[in-house]
């Protein structure tokens, strides 16, 4: 079964709701349920907060109730953290209490053996049409107001700004680290979806659900086994056409099919017909978790005409690799207009050669950088620019920041940083991704990164 | 022509000098000399720095010279910081003087079409069999006795502990940033080289001399263009018998050897020659900065006895994507001992499948990561131990370091740690690497340096 337009839209209230009840909220730090009720307080939503246990009078301030069933007033989002055979009593009360969804974070159903209790969730959840979320998974987190399920703590795991990529993920685990590396490094997003096991709505459901929504501009999927094969990559198929899908399908071979079933329940399906499939829809394949990483921040810069590399360093070697990068994969290193050839003559030293890699060598200063940045970006043969750089440098100050996110902004052409180094480098690294300007830690990832953004760059400029 | 064995012998006094005159010192904050100056004084140096510049009477508190020539008392190594056209004077004052050695950062030589100054220099060393690191470089570094001619300021650019990985590198923006990286993650180093142009010594000199240096048991080399290819395999391939040699060998495509002509003015020759000639004599190559920081570290661990993988993980995703690295890169995934499934059933939750990879979910504790990571390491199954850990989750504390680092100081067997995240697993993994507990930000980049190691390993088994 397929969820219906009608439970599509009621998503809305669970992603987007404006009163939370958490069921098997505790008083013991170790439980779910402690942690999800204090992340949403110290989180500041700004909702109404509804504890369920039938222990407790009162929990964290807040009034606790003993079912669901006597919440006072309209319940939009009901968490789940009890253990999976308490779940499907749970799930009859929702309906009776007409609640707007449901997310359940409890494991314990098909990885265990137990795909009984998932059926009456999913029968309960398709008769009624509640949306939900789950089994076996994280849940949500949506930073723009403060909704949040994520049951690890705040100082152990960072939440993201607000920006424009969404999440959808089979694996909290996955999920989880990718925000984490998100906040770490200031890269805001719309939404976050943990589905699990996917009783109810699946990782089609969502991405047709994020295929409307405004705040979101980017889609990453992780998957691991999908129930209708087709469908999902139908979708993917018409979703990227407007809104660039990014994902990374685990359970790949013999053994990560195992591993895949034994974590959701569920066969992973024959890889190589997914990866053709993903080519054949011109949707972006991230190859690890650390290429998603690289993808989702390459992304959001504007759509690059061509394939034509420009590369600035102050370091030589950085340079050299930059371009072997660009020529195993593919790209084109840019042949420099002569106007820029005469340009740059006039304003770099006699021991720096006017060429593409432009090597400005270690005494570099920000305002060489600033010029020759400009130089580049006005181009008309040069259609991405990267910038490698040292900030370890004894001319090179905080200012350089300023110029490359200036560069950014003006969104005249796409740009990326590649920097390696230590706590200092981390410091600008951070600030840089924060005002949206991608960096890379090594020249293979950067180049890599782009050239998958180039070719989908290329997908929607022919359309 | 290539360094005698006279002049290999003399490295030793400009590698662990008990005298340095920097020539080219200065007050000013953005001269080289200025900053190599500061970081002997505050790197606490032990021997005597003798500052030499005729503009000064006393620099920093030390008393200034105006020529080599007038320093009192014998000189072991001199760091040249001024102009190109002024060093073939210095060299002929460090002879007249005979200086220990002579480290030349300056550049200005054969990359921008003087290569007459180089052979002036070339000239006096080998007549007079004078050792000299350079031109165009940054010089060396060694923690073991504080030399450091490294010009970038200390609060920027880290540098590491002692260790026992010793870099050659041609690049210094490369060796840089990989010191910087290794200073951030408390990873040891023997000894840092950059070389530079190699106007007198080679990569081939130094990587014999460095196979001879007791403190050195890896060895990392970084090369552009080599002038004696032939020289250099045989070299390598006689070193790897004994050290492990890491080597990440960059102007590979035809752009990418013109922009290594143009960095250090020799041509990179043909990279599938060089490709073909590390893996015949075994050598590890890195295809990237990334894959050679992941390689230096996982090269620390004992060796393996064969390529059988076991994984253990508190996140199922990370669990499948490990095992899908595993299997692209041909490892195998261990079938557990008899011995292993039984004493697992008995301590492991019943939600916990027992099988390889090994998924302990969301709710495991220290104790529980304890004893299994205990049991795979007894386990003569598995050959390798890749430990997934999301330190982010409620039950898990810092006692898990221990659990860690006492499996990686009992050399049983190697492991390595897959762990993502934010500024609270930067810390973990921090102290983790500080301890020799290689850790990794993806499972790709673990497997593929595992793999690579296995390889390593199996050949030294095997003779």
Do not use: W
């Not at 950088?369 to 905080?398: G, H, S």
Request: aromatic share 8%; charged share 25%.
């Amino acid at each position: 079964m397929t969820a219906s337009k009608e439970m599509l839209k009621k998503l809305d209230k669970l992603l987007e709701p404006k009163s939370i009840a958490v069921v098997g909220a505790s008083n013991n730090p170790e439980k779910l349920g402690n942690v999800i009720l204090r992340n949403l307080i110290e989180g500041k939503y700004q909702g109404r907060i509804c504890p369920v246990n039938p222990k407790y009078d009162k929990l964290m301030g807040l009034e606790c109730y003993s079912s669901i069933l006597k919440v006072k007033g309209s319940i939009d989002c009901v968490i789940v953290a009890t253990p999976a055979p308490t779940v499907p009593e749970i799930m009859k009360e929702c309906a009776e209490k007409e609640v707007g969804g449901v997310l359940i974070l409890s494991g314990g159903f098909e990885e265990v053996g137990r795909g009984d209790l998932a059926e009456q969730i999913r029968t309960i959840a398709f008769k009624e049409n509640i949306p939900v979320i789950g089994v076996n998974c994280l849940g949500i987190f949506n930073p723009y107001n403060h909704v949040d399920s994520i049951f690890f703590p705040m100082y152990k795991l960072g939440r993201p700004a607000r920006g424009k990529v969404s999440f959808i993920t089979q694996s909290g685990a996955v999920g989880s680290v990718i925000i984490d590396a998100a906040s770490y490094y200031g890269i805001g997003i719309s939404k976050f979806i943990s589905y699990g096991n996917a009783t109810v709505l699946d990782e089609t459901d969502l991405l047709e659900y994020l295929a409307n929504d405004k705040k979101t501009e980017i889609i990453v999927l992780y998957i691991e086994a999908v129930r209708d094969g087709r469908r999902l990559l139908a979708t993917m198929k018409e979703v990227n056409r407007k809104k660039p899908v990014i994902v990374l399908k685990a359970g790949k071979g013999t053994e990560g099919q195992l591993a895949a079933k034994s974590h959701t329940g569920t066969l992973a399906g024959n890889y190589l017909a997914y990866q053709a499939a993903f080519r054949q829809a011109k949707v972006t394949e991230a190859r690890g978790i650390d290429e998603l990483f690289d993808l989702m921040r390459i992304f959001s810069q504007p759509k690059a005409r061509g394939k034509r590399i420009g590369i600035i360093t102050n370091g030589g070697g950085l340079g050299v690799l930059t371009t072997d990068a660009v020529e195993e994969e593919g790209l084109v290193l840019a042949q420099l207009d002569n106007r820029t050839i005469d340009e740059l003559k006039k304003i770099v030293p006699p021991h720096v050669n006017v060429r593409n890699p432009l090597d400005l060598a270690a005494d570099a200063s920000v305002e060489l950088y600033e010029k020759t940045l400009e130089i580049f970006l006005a181009d008309e043969n040069i259609d991405f620019v990267i910038v490698c750089i040292l900030f370890q440098t004894p001319t090179l100050n905080e200012r350089i920041i300023n110029v490359f996110t200036t560069a950014s902004e003006n969104k005249k052409k796409p740009i990326a940083v590649v920097s390696i180094g230590g706590a200092y480098t981390d410091m600008y690294k951070k600030i840089l991704e924060s005002k949206g300007v991608p960096v890379f830690n090594s020249p293979r990832s950067a180049v890599r990164a782009i050239n998958q953004f180039v070719e989908y760059s290329r997908y929607r400029n022919l359309k």
